[in-house]
Every structure is written in C-alpha cells, then in structure tokens.
C-alpha cells in the first residue's frame, strides 16, 4: 500500500511555544487511522498543521503529501490536493445555501461547475445515507443547525468533495448516540465509495466501534508517546492514557 502521508520530525511553534517536537507519523492510502491524547497533547495542532494553518510555524521536519513536499504550501493549495480538516466548531454562514456552498467548494477544487440537476441527485443520495431531512439542502450553510446537524454537514462535505485525506478533528462532540452511528456509517461509506484515507481525533468509542482501524497513535506533550494497532486505540478507552503517556 502506498504512503499517502509521510510526517517527518515534524516540530511546530505558535507564539514563540514549542507545540510538537519531532513528530512522525505515516498514513498510508486508504488507511483509517486514530489520533488520541489528553486535551492540549497538540492534536489539533498537528490537524491544522498538516492542513496549513498560518497559525503554527513549522521549526523542523517535513510533510510529505502524495510524494510531494509541502511543508510551506498554503491551505488553499493543499485542499486542492485533496486534504480535508473537519473543525471541532462548524462556523455557520448566513447567505450561502448547504447545496450551493458544496457545488461552489468542488467547482473550486476540479475547475468544473457540475450541472445543477446532477448535482441535486449526488447531493440527495448522500444526504439519505446520512439521515439529514433534504430541507437542509437549502437552509444556510450551520444557520440553525442543531450541533448533530453540522456535524452530519460536515460528514455530507466528505462525501460530496470526496478528499484523498479526511482529518476529523473530534468530529463526534456534542453528539447522541443516534447521530454517532450515523457520522460513523457515513465514514465509512467515504472509506468504501471514495477509497478515502483518514486520521480520526477522537475519544469516542461509539464512533470506533463502528470503523476498521489500521492504526493508533498517542500523542503527549506534543510527541508521539505510543503507536499500535486498533485495539491500542480500544485499551485506551478501557484503561486511560496514564501508562502510555507517563514516560514521555
Ligand atoms: P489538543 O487538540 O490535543 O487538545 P491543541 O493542539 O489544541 O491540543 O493544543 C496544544 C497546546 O498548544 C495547548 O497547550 C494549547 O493551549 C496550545 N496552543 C494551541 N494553539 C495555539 C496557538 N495558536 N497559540 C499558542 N498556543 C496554542
Ligand atoms: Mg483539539
């Protein structure tokens, strides 16, 4: 299986702290992998890192995406290349509809304006899978969704964008029972359907449950403290971090 994203030695600064020191990591295609670690262990910051934040200065090492380096690309350039980040925070923008923001965000990626019928038809399949009434088609993009709504938008984003990598940054917050297995069939199918890759940053072992992982890695104090199979990510939730993390 070929690597689909290669983090060399990563270390990242953000107002003059050091956030990640020497992070490496690989994600080969169409691999799901699962990033955990206590709050403030720098997961996020390696999410928005790898998407190109301007937030976080990378101080050493690399990224490597899809046999190129890009370290110094700018978000935009990367999501191009097919990088997601789903936020912790959907924001909502008055103005533009869910269906019209999608048809704009993949004209911006392939340089092509599918038609509008087509598009209706793809985005109402995905919409079903998820379990999302179609009125929300054309509400405003999060104006007065509720928190499993958004989440749902963002999960429908993937799908419809169809990204070569996902990075779900605790995608699964604020959610109930019921909207967790619907997020989790929906990663799935972009997993099936898309050959997507995916790095999760989660907690949630409803949200697991549900999905084949090929590997785990614990971040603590911004380095890599433990890596292992799927069921390191099932230990943790059973036994906690403490002995993984303790020795960094
Ligand atoms: P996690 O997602 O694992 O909970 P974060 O990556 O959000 O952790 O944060 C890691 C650490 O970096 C925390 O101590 C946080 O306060 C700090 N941090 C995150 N972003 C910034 C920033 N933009 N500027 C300064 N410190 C930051
Ligand atoms: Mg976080």
């Known amino acids: 299986m070929s690597e689909l994203l290669i983090i060399k030695a990563l270390s990242v600064t953000a107002e003059d702290k050091e956030l990640l020191h020497e992070v490496t990591l690989t994600v080969g295609e169409g691999e799901t992998h699962v990033l955990m670690g206590h709050n403030g262990a720098g997961k996020s910051t390696l999410g928005c890192t790898i998407m190109g934040s301007p937030e976080y200065a990378v101080t050493g090492g690399k990224i490597i995406f899809d046999g190129e380096d890009i370290t110094a690309e700018s978000a935009d350039k990367r999501a191009k290349r097919g990088i997601f980040l789903s936020f912790q925070n959907p924001i909502e923008i008055p103005g533009i509809t869910l269906s019209e923001f999608l048809r704009n965000a993949l004209e911006q990626l392939t340089g092509k304006r599918t038609k509008l019928w087509e598009h209706k038809k793809k985005l109402k399949a995905a919409m079903e899978l998820l379990d999302m009434d179609s009125s929300y088609a054309d509400r405003d993009l999060n104006v007065g969704f509720s928190g499993g709504e958004k989440k749902k938008a963002e999960i429908l984003q993937l799908l419809m964008l169809r990204p070569?990598?996902?990075?779900?940054?605790?995608?699964?917050?604020?959610?109930?029972?019921?909207?967790?297995?619907?997020?989790?069939?929906?990663?799935?199918?972009?997993?099936?359907?898309?050959?997507?890759?995916?790095?999760?940053?989660?907690?949630?072992?409803?949200?697991?449950?549900?999905?084949?992982?090929?590997?785990?890695?614990?971040?603590?104090?911004?380095?890599?403290?433990?890596?292992?199979?799927?069921?390191?990510?099932?230990?943790?939730?059973?036994?906690g971090f403490e002995k993984f993390t303790s020795e960094v």
């Open 164 to 239: 070569k990598l996902a990075i779900l940054d605790e995608t699964d917050s604020g959610l109930d029972v019921d909207a967790i297995k619907t997020v989790s069939k929906g990663i799935e199918e972009y997993r099936k359907s898309c050959g997507g890759t995916l790095l999760i940053i989660t907690h949630n072992s409803g949200l697991l449950e549900g999905l084949h992982i090929d590997r785990t890695h614990i971040l603590s104090g911004g380095k890599i403290a433990k890596e292992g199979g799927g069921e390191l990510a099932f230990d943790v939730l059973a036994n």
